[in-house]
């Protein structure tokens, strides 16, 4: 029903059984007959004034086996929903978010695999509408459907249950199965053919599956469900067997990092297809800039036109970049957008008019989180993050892609089988690098990038190494068991002409110290390069210690590394590493201090370039324990990457700090800070605000109106016809 192959076999199959062959109608041809057909019935008694011809029969059963099959011919020709741009309802013509989603159902139904979509979406997309409407199809074509539909409250699920009634409202009597059971807000049954809609919220104290077992499922703000993990984890997923049928769709906005609805969303796009490690459901990022119809609205701009000579900001013009790179990069957005698309000057105009209004407001966070270009972004922290939302914003939108991304392979008694590289994603273009005869990495695909893939266990190359450069590698080891993840973090050293550039990243929470070797290795010896007297510089290495290191270290040196930090407390009155005892980080809580503080500030005063969203995601979710009095990452969120980042910072400036100030050398955030501060003295102040970002409800009762007459009951049923 939602894929054109698998409707044409369905049709096929139906004409053979109705004796003719289902003929496709216009609009306006539907719209006409369905004026003609309610002629026929009198309002008062709602019967017919006569029988129906022969004619009338054979197009009523040619619509309803059209509309059974094919999705998109119902949703076009007899599902009304309410535009609150023109104030009435109008026939549905689905949008681009809702065409990508339908696109997801369609390769669903095609693999003969349960629909299970964990959708994040910005707001105002309009998938609530089309999910709701799947619903109603499901329930009114197929018999046997037990739908469950409902959001975080009880007004919530009420407001989208009307969607569904204010559609049948506006269908043609013979479209519509027999109701036979009604609660406003709570239940639709349609008894004759075993189907029901029933309406659940977020703040119930019984579990959402009670009773009959749902084949269709679609939650509203998930992340404000009261209990998620029982109601919808532990009841409604165990509760729906997996088959062809199963119809299961959660979607929200983001919430904030620790919460259920983010892990749900880690765990899904770590494991999307992984064969070993199968995902609960599929995750599908929807960014703002899919809504070319809201974003803006065309009211929007004849209110806020776009400047005669206006030229984006170099802000705008990075996250317009980024988008750009998204779309390439997303199987699931590429179809749907114009070859080498580029974000159109309309949508760039207001992402950047909408920034300056919320910069002004101090509301950056909620900016950050609504128009932002990827799913890494928008998930923010339960309490205030130690940098601001607009140093995230300048680093997320100068961040470039990896140049290129290892996965590696070698001797299973070093690299456990799951730790090897998924060959479906290896990029064939490109020639695998082999490492001492005895590691292969292999460039994988940037497919999705960065919201759609999967970091973990892969080495992520920001900048490739160049002759002269001094380079080093910071290590935060872990146990390998899920948690913390095991982190590496290679940065050129800053220079009188260049800052310091964070250019290479691994991380992964399934790789623990006695593990980590072989990548830590292999990293090592791509930025081990010539100085300018043509001898080849190790990359200095810092491993902390005291966290299971000591064997990550040892290991090191076997292979023939010795160019470690060299333990020396700070506080001693003569420095000289030359004259350290001990080698590798031990993690004492004066030195986490230092490495803590130090990263913080040249981050805060941009002399660093960093490139990796999720450093960036730990940077937002670092906080200050008031308790601790220390600084750490946020509740159920991690600061691997930038303890492993920190502590070689640390270790290359350490005896010399003012060396990580480069003379001539800008970052890419300073030339943002520059343009900034150039829009601040020059930004156009005609034209009226833009309106702040809210939850605007698909179906505003405010605005509903009840046209006579009712589609309970009160209609002649076609089944009785027929």
């Not at 160049?466 to 872990?478: C, L, Q, R, W």
Request: proline letters at 6%; charged letters at 25%; one cysteine or more.
């Amino acid at each position: 029903m939602y894929s054109a192959k698998v409707t044409a076999q369905q049709l096929e199959r139906e004409a053979k059984k109705a004796g003719f062959a289902p003929t496709y109608h216009t609009v306006d041809e539907v719209a006409a007959f369905n004026d003609y057909i309610g002629s026929l019935v009198d309002k008062k008694t709602s019967k017919l004034l006569r029988p129906l011809s022969e004619t009338d029969k054979r197009w009523i059963k040619n619509e309803r086996l059209l509309s059974k099959w094919d999705f998109k011919y119902w949703l076009s020709r007899y599902h009304f929903i309410f535009d609150p741009m023109t104030n009435t309802y109008v026939r549905m013509n689905p949008n681009c978010a809702q065409d990508i989603m339908i696109d997801i159902f369609a390769d669903c139904e095609e693999k003969k695999i349960p629909i299970r979509v964990q959708n994040l979406k910005a707001r105002r997309l309009g998938v609530t509408t089309l999910m709701e409407a799947a619903a109603q199809h499901r329930t009114m074509f197929h018999p046997n459907t037990r739908a469950v539909v409902g959001s975080s409250t009880p007004d919530k699920s009420s407001d989208m249950i009307m969607m569904v009634e204010d559609s049948m409202k506006r269908h043609p009597w013979f479209m519509l199965p027999e109701v036979t059971g009604y609660n406003t807000g709570e239940m639709i049954r349609f008894g004759k053919i075993g189907s029901e809609i029933n309406i659940k919220h977020g703040a119930m104290k019984t579990d959402i599956a009670r009773g009959k077992t749902p084949t269709f499922a679609h939650l509203s703000e998930c992340f404000e469900w009261a209990n998620p993990d029982m109601d919808i984890d532990a009841a409604l997923m165990v509760a729906m067997l997996p088959s062809p049928q199963t119809f299961i769709a959660l979607e929200s906005t983001a919430g904030v990092i620790g919460d259920w609805w983010n892990k749900l969303w880690n765990y899904n796009k770590a494991h999307w297809g992984n064969e070993l490690s199968p995902e609960r459901m599929m995750p599908v990022f929807l960014p703002w800039y899919v809504g070319r119809d809201i974003y803006p609205t065309p009211t929007e701009l004849r209110s806020r036109p776009v400047p005669k000579g206006w030229t984006p900001s170099s802000l705008t013009q990075s996250h317009a970049q980024k988008a750009k790179e998204y779309v390439e990069n997303s199987p699931i957005l590429k179809p749907h957008f114009p070859n080498n698309w580029t974000m159109p000057r309309e949508q760039m105009w207001y992402w950047e008019y909408t920034r300056n209004y919320y910069k002004e407001s101090g509301e950056l966070n909620t900016f950050l989180r609504e128009l932002c270009s990827n799913d890494v972004e928008c998930f923010s922290s339960r309490y205030s993050s130690v940098f601001d939302a607009e140093v995230i914003m300048n680093y997320s939108n100068s961040a470039s892609q990896p140049a290129i991304v290892y996965a590696l392979d070698g001797p299973e008694d070093e690299i456990r089988r799951e730790l090897k590289p998924d060959f479906r994603d290896v990029d064939s273009n490109l020639k695998p690098r082999v490492i001492d005869k005895r590691y292969t990495l292999y460039p994988m695909k940037l497919t999705g990038y960065p919201s759609m893939f999967n970091p973990e266990g892969k080495i992520l190359i920001y900048e490739l190494p160049e002759k002269g450069n001094v380079y080093g590698i910071g290590a935060d080891t872990s146990k390998g068991m899920g948690q913390d993840s095991s982190a590496l973090e290679c940065i050129r050293k800053a220079t009188i002409d260049k800052v310091a550039r964070q250019v290479a990243e691994f991380a992964s929470p399934y790789i623990s110290a006695a593990d980590l070797p072989p990548w830590l290795h292999c990293m090592a010896r791509i930025y081990s390069v010539p100085d300018q007297e043509g001898n080849v510089r190790q990359p200095k290495v810092v491993i902390e210690t005291n966290n299971g290191g000591d064997a990550t270290q040892l290991a090191m040196r076997k292979l023939g590394w010795s160019n470690f930090h060299n333990w020396v407390r700070l506080d001693k009155k003569v420095l000289r590493e030359d004259k350290a005892n001990f080698i590798g980080f031990t993690m004492v809580e004066w030195a986490r201090d230092l490495v803590v503080n130090g990263l913080i500030k040249t981050l805060k005063d941009s002399l660093i370039d960093i490139d990796s969203p999720w450093l960036l995601q730990e940077m937002a979710h670092l906080e200050k324990n008031e308790e601790k009095l220390r600084i750490e990452a946020a509740l159920n969120a991690h600061d691997d990457r930038f303890m492993a980042l920190g502590m070689i910072l640390l270790s290359l400036h350490a005896m010399n700090w003012d060396s990580i100030k480069s003379v001539y050398g800008k970052s890419k955030v300073q030339r943002v800070d520059e343009e900034e501060e150039r829009i601040d003295k020059t930004y156009p102040t005609q034209g009226t605000m833009p309106v702040k970002i809210e939850a605007i409800p698909d179906f505003p009762q405010q605005y509903a109106y009840q046209p006579e007459g009712s589609w309970q009951g009160t209609a002649p049923s076609f089944e009785r016809l027929w």
